[in-house]
């Protein structure tokens, strides 16, 4: 069973950079490929970034792109999202996902996603 945890949420002012962490365990990481979603309050669960098991292709939201990278360390069980030129509209829980052997884009997909994290808060304030 995948086990996913989060962490390095916290608060940030806007311009500012904050690094998301997670860990995945109870699998093979490096069959899996990774993603982070967001919910802010009162809104649907969003794609944000996504990155293949063998880090070869990475695919962002259009909002997130160019301000947020997603990278990994299979070494580590690691996914991470450099999070940069944050905005107030950053605010949401943030969760990271995971799919084995997914394309990037498919991983943009949330209905097709099974293994979750608990999600960590983000805060951006202006």
Known sequence: ???L???GGGSVQ???SLRLSCVLSGRTFSRYSMGWFRQ???K??????AITWGATFRYYSEAVKGRFTISRDNTKNTVYLQ????KPEDTAV????AREFAGAQT???STGIRDWGQGTQVTVSS
């Open 1 to 3: 069973q995948v086990q």
């Open 5 to 7: 945890v989060e962490s």
């Open 14 to 16: 806007t311009g500012g």
């Open 40 to 42: 802010a309050p009162g």
């Open 44 to 49: 649907e669960r969003e794609f944000v970034a």
């Open 83 to 86: 999070m940069d030129s944050v």
């Open 94 to 97: 943030y969760y990271c996902a």
């Open 107 to 109: 991983m943009a997909v």
